[in-house]
């Protein structure tokens, strides 16, 4: 069964520095997302990916953040400078253009100290 | 604005018990409706979705959910719990349009005892 898959599993890094989260998404998809969690809260929406540009992004989705598609397979995700605030799963999701459920990465535990 | 809420923090229930997890979402039209379930440490697996038709929903693992318009709820239950569903549950819903971006509730988290 096709699946979305992310890498690092967990990544620690200092702050400031910056981090690339990696998905793969399921290969005949067209809509890539990324979502947060931070512990103990609930999941929130990040940014929305379709045709080679953002089509939607929240408010947490400042500057720092930015999101490529740069081989047509892999979905990145980056923060060009972590703050604590950061800590959190993040989590990749994709979609198919007449599928209406998205499917997600196991996710990634960011640790920023 | 789109929100879902899920009134039930904790839920402890007995294996071979029934459950049921509440789920109300306040929206501007019927949106699609989506329970997720997460085990420690894995991802967001979808247990079910609703779109449209019949409103009583079947899903993975037994597990079914009622769609009720009249309350704008979309409560999962399940007959008889195994111990292996303890777990977190989310629901969600997506606008019925292109992208739809998925809206979160805060989470029910269930423990299941011997």
């Known amino acids: 069964e096709p699946e979305v898959t992310q890498t690092p599993s967990h990544q620690v890094t200092q702050m400031g520095q910056e981090v690339i989260l990696r998905c793969v998404p399921i290969s005949n998809h067209l809509y890539f997302y990324w979502y947060r969690q931070i512990l103990g809260q609930k999941v929130e929406f990040l940014v929305s990916?379709?045709?080679?540009?953002?089509?939607?992004k929240s408010e947490i989705f400042d500057d720092q953040f930015s999101v490529e598609r740069p081989d047509g397979s892999n979905f990145t995700l980056k923060i060009r400078s972590t703050k604590l605030e950061d800590s959190a799963m993040y989590f990749c999701a994709s979609r198919g253009y007449m599928n209406t459920e998205a499917f997600f990465g196991q996710g990634t535990r960011l640790t920023v100290v | 604005a789109q929100s879902v809420t899920q009134p039930d923090i904790h839920i402890t229930v007995s294996e071979g018990a029934s459950l049921e997890l509440r789920c109300n979402y306040s929206?501007?039209?019927?949106?699609?409706l989506f329970w997720y379930v997460q085990s420690p440490g894995q991802g967001l697996q979808l247990l079910l979705k609703?779109?449209?038709?019949?409103?009583l929903v079947q899903g993975i693992k037994g597990f079914e959910a009622e769609f009720k318009r009249s309350q704008s709820s979309f409560n999962l239950r399940k007959p008889s719990v195994h111990w292996s569903d303890a777990a977190e549950y989310f629901c969600?819903?997506?606008?019925?349009?292109?992208?739809?971006?998925?809206?979160f509730g805060g989470g029910t988290r269930v423990l299941v005892k011997p």
């Open positions: 990916f379709y045709n080679n540009e953002i089509s939607e």
């Open positions: 929206y501007g039209a019927t949106p699609y």
């Open positions: 969600a819903v997506a606008p019925k349009a292109a992208g739809n971006k998925l809206t």
């Open positions: 609703y779109f449209s038709g019949d409103t």
